[in-house]
């Protein structure tokens, strides 16, 4: 599966932004969607996960309360919706796919188990 994600830009600390991740080759049907990003000599993170199938989603905890992911089975996209934000979330974000072997927190968050990523798009918070 190809990945595609769009919509980042530069905003002021407390607006918002939505992200995009589109699928293509084939859909989202039977993985797991994760956003990660990476800030300037940081590794990169966990953001938040969503099961295609049942749309259960899982949170890092720096993000619970202000991000939402969500799909569009339609347009076969996922979507980062991000609400509140801080300098500190300034990165490169990316979206991910994986097979959902398990549904622990623990592995949906984990960006190793990730096989298929898309191009990052920039995320620019300034004060």
């Known amino acids: 599966v190809q990945l595609q994600a769009s919509g980042g830009g530069m905003v002021q600390a407390g607006g918002s932004l939505r992200l995009s991740c589109a699928a293509s080759g084939r859909t989202f049907s039977t993985y797991r969607v994760g956003w990660f990003r990476q800030a300037p000599g940081k590794e990169r993170e966990s953001v938040a996960a969503i099961n295609w199938n049942d749309g259960v989603t899982y949170y890092a905890d720096s993000v619970k309360g202000r991000f939402t992911v969500s799909r569009d089975n339609a347009k076969n996209t996922v979507f980062l919706q991000m609400n509140s934000l801080k300098v500190e979330d300034t990165a490169v974000y990316y979206c991910?796919?994986?097979?959902?072997?398990?549904?622990?927190?623990?592995?949906?968050?984990?960006?190793?188990?990730?096989?298929?990523w898309g191009q990052g798009t920039q995320v620019t918070v300034s004060s």
């Open positions: 991910a796919a994986q097979v959902p072997m398990f549904s622990s927190y623990y592995y949906a968050l984990r960006r190793e188990k990730y096989a298929y």
